[in-house]
């Protein structure tokens, strides 16, 4: 079946005007915020709150710095709890409503904009030729007006290291950007990466490319991440004073952020409603699901052109500090092929051999019972349009929530990708190291550094949370339900700030996407927007029980329990095989469940109460 053909989303949420209100959230009224804002008078983009208390740090703000939560080279510190209120209250601009005036301000220009030698596409975290919106649209434009489409992608050392990027997670786009190369110049289009040190003189360096091949047309999709929102802005109004036009594209969820609403007109903080929302209106527009174009060919004859040089261009090694050693090189790339090729292939395989079972599978991390997708949706070396398109294809219905109970629960988790960027765009401050609720921020974790480091190097003495951390340790990659056990373990068991939990992930995945990483944290350590109370607390002994009963998982990942079979692999001391356990060097629990669980609800209680 042919994919059908649409015309790409270019960018544009409509702003919302600030509104007076009453509004009391934990203590602190917003109406004054607002009225402030109103008083700004309309010449001004960002209303001025340098004397403001908004400017004040939360009170915590130094533990959150001297325990690397806060990256101070790159950020400022942790805002107060009144700031991430502001936000909801729209007394404070949202990024991606600065991105919005930007583009409207720049209109005229952007219409107007004649193509001059060159037309240029910026690739992001959209390493693929198929379905990607902006490169469509870029090749269009390149076309019809008979130049060259020339490809872009800079790589910023500064970038990797303030978004925390995982070393397996770069070597993996370096090694997606090889296939991109070659698929595009096959199609006589070059692929220039352009390396820039500082992350500040990106901007800059993207307008001086612009400037020296010609162009006077730039595409890309939109990156909905608080630092890619602002530098965007600030590059559209840039490149406009120098008659270039910057096209962004919504490319990355298939419902873009800001077109679902609740009855009232506010933005959703829950899954559910928002998911049957997400369907209705997948299902009322069904271009949504629509596949972009596929990129053309550039004439032979760029190659020999002004051009030329661009194509000789190799792919650089990851900046230091983001290297894998050569073991570690070869079995990243076994375990995780790279580039669009294989993950339709990969697609493919789990359609065709596991996607029917995956609502009864999905949950035990001993099968492969997921698709293992996630790292192609991290670089972008697959559209979510595509991934659900393609399981929709196997169903029964056309309708995403009805047929085959396996393809229908895959779905939805895709689109939970789609609903924590939604968080992440309306509710910006979750991308700030604030929880999206902001009271609390104000829990006295703990900072145990031999808590942490039993954490992280998979040594607690509990075995389905060692065993998690380990795998993690060995393939860059930890199953989902892994992920909230051992989340749920950090924040509530051990009362560590699950922002260095946060933190870890990114360092390590290689499917690291900050809004979902982000928002399962949210989710484990109930500072997030599931509406779950923050005495939901898993016990790991259960987890271990129910969801790898057999001990599968754990003999796998941690050895020196390899003698201890039945119920004691879950609780070796706990269940008389202490000696065993010992004998392989296996450690006992770091903590008491049942103890740490009074803890964390206590201190909870007293972070909710304290009112900062």
């Not at 873009?256 to 997400?278: E, N």
């Not at 792919?315 to 339709?344: D, N, T």
């Not at 190291?433 to 040594?459: C, L, M, V």
């Not at 870890?504 to 599931?530: P, R, T, Y």
Request: charged share 25%.
């Amino acid at each position: 079946m042919k994919p059908t053909k649409r015309k790409a989303q270019v960018a544009m949420i409509p702003d919302k005007p600030l509104k007076a209100s009453s509004q009391v959230n934990g203590n602190v009224v917003i109406t004054s915020l607002i009225a402030k804002k109103q008083k700004t008078t309309a010449a001004a983009a960002v209303p001025d709150f340098s004397s403001d208390p908004l400017r004040t740090p939360h009170p915590f703000h130094q533990e959150s710095a001297d325990n690397g939560i806060v990256l101070r080279t790159f950020y400022p510190h942790e805002m107060s709890n009144e700031r991430a209120r502001a936000y909801t209250a729209d007394a404070l601009p949202r990024p991606i409503e600065l991105l919005n005036a930007a583009l409207a301000r720049t209109s005229p220009l952007r219409r107007t904009a004649k193509p001059a030698h060159a037309v240029v596409h910026w690739f992001k975290m959209d390493l693929r030729t198929t379905d990607n919106r902006a490169l469509a649209l870029a090749h269009a434009k390149a076309r019809d007006a008979g130049v060259p489409l020339i490809c872009l992608y800079v790589l910023s050392p500064q970038d990797f290291e303030a978004h925390l990027t995982a070393p397996v997670r770069v070597d993996f786009m370096l090694r997606s950007l090889a296939v991109l190369k070659r698929d595009l110049a096959r199609l006589d289009i070059p692929l220039w990466i352009e390396r820039v040190e500082k992350r500040r003189q990106v901007p800059a360096r993207v307008a001086a490319l612009m400037e020296a091949w010609e162009a006077r047309h730039l595409f890309a999709n939109i990156e909905y991440e608080v630092d890619e929102l602002r530098r965007e802005a600030g590059l559209v109004k840039l490149l406009a004073e120098k008659g270039v036009a910057f096209e962004l594209v919504h490319d990355t969820c298939i419902v873009p952020p800001g077109q679902l609403t609740t009855g009232a007109g506010k933005q959703y903080a829950v899954y559910t409603p928002w998911f049957r929302s997400w369907v209705k209106h997948v299902h009322e527009n069904p271009e949504l699901l629509e596949l972009a174009e596929p990129v053309g060919r550039n004439e032979p004859g760029v190659r020999e052109g002004r051009f030329k040089e661009l194509f000789e261009y190799e792919i650089p090694l990851a900046p230091e500090g983001k290297r894998l050693g050569e073991e570690e090189r070869k079995r990243f790339a076994a375990l995780w092929p790279a580039g669009e090729h294989e993950a339709k292939k990969r697609l493919e395989k789990f359609c065709e051999e596991d996607i029917g079972a995956y609502g009864e599978r999905r949950n035990l991390p001993s099968v492969p019972g997921t698709s293992n997708i996630s790292v192609h949706f991290a670089s972008g070396t697959m559209s979510s349009r595509t991934a659900v398109r393609t399981a929709r294809n196997r169903n029964k219905t056309k309708r995403l929530d009805g047929g085959v109970e396996g393809i229908q629960k895959w779905i939805s988790e895709v689109a939970w990708r789609d609903f924590y960027k939604h968080v992440l765009v309306h509710w910006p401050y979750v991308c700030m190291n604030k929880p999206f609720k902001p009271e609390y921020s104000n829990i006295e974790w703990s900072y145990n550094r031999d808590h942490f480091d039993a954490w992280t190097q998979g040594r607690t003495g509990f075995p389905i949370v060692d065993a998690a951390m380990r795998q993690l340790a060995g393939m860059g990659w930890m199953h989902n339900r892994c992920r909230m056990i051992v989340a749920s373990f950090l924040a509530k068991d051990l009362l560590l700030d699950w922002r260095m939990g946060e933190r870890f992930f990114m360092e390590h995945l290689i499917d690291g996407d900050f809004a979902s990483n982000n928002g399962g944290w949210g989710f484990a350590a109930s500072v997030g927007v599931d509406p779950q109370p923050y005495f939901r607390i898993f016990n790991p002994l259960l987890q271990s029980e129910k969801f790898d009963p057999d001990g599968e998982y754990i003999h796998k990942w941690v050895p020196e329990l390899k003698g201890v079979m039945g119920k004691a692999i879950h609780d070796p001391y706990g269940r008389g095989a202490g000696a065993l356990a010992k004998k392989g060097g296996y450690p006992e629990q770091i903590v008491e469940h049942k103890g740490a669980r009074e803890r964390a609800l206590a201190a909870y209680k007293r972070g909710i109460e304290n009112g900062l």
